[in-house]
């Protein structure tokens, strides 16, 4: 199970931390990854991590802005937010691989390589 959190209100220019606490299976084992859906958009994925220390892929549009991070000992995935922007507005999810790393190419980012979802967080961006 997956229990997402930390999503709210931020201006342009701000920073926010998302949260996943994982229960039920251990977070290092897997691949994780964040997506976002935007009103009127399909679901995108931002970045995926591998376990324990293993690559990490982002979105073109947040490289450099965000960094995808884990509490192996409170078994939380993160997702530290800066530079925000109006079109960084969308509904959060974290996610599950079954796999430990990454799927490869550009397969990461879509949604069906996942196997559990956690049940997202609104982030709005607004001044």
């Known amino acids: 199970q997956l229990q997402a959190s930390g999503g709210g209100l931020v201006q342009p220019g701000g920073s926010l931390r998302l949260s996943c606490a994982a229960s039920?299976?251990?977070?290092?084992?897997?691949?994780m990854s964040w997506f976002r859906q935007a009103p009127g958009k399909e679901r995108e994925g931002v970045l995926c991590?591998?376990?324990?220390?293993?690559?990490?892929y982002y979105a073109d549009s947040v490289k450099g802005r965000f960094t995808i991070s884990r509490d192996n000992a409170k078994n939380t995935l993160y997702l530290q937010m800066s530079l925000l922007n109006y079109e960084d507005t969308a509904v959060y999810f974290c996610?599950?691989?079954?796999?430990?790393?990454?799927?490869?190419?550009?397969?990461?980012?879509?949604?069906?390589?996942?196997?559990?979802w956690g049940q997202g967080t609104l982030v709005t961006v607004s001044s």
């Open positions: 991590s591998g376990s324990s220390g293993g690559r990490t």
């Open positions: 039920g299976f251990t977070l290092d084992d897997y691949a």
């Open positions: 996610a599950k691989s079954p796999l430990r790393s990454c799927a490869a190419g550009d397969n990461w980012s879509r949604y069906r390589f996942y196997n559990s």
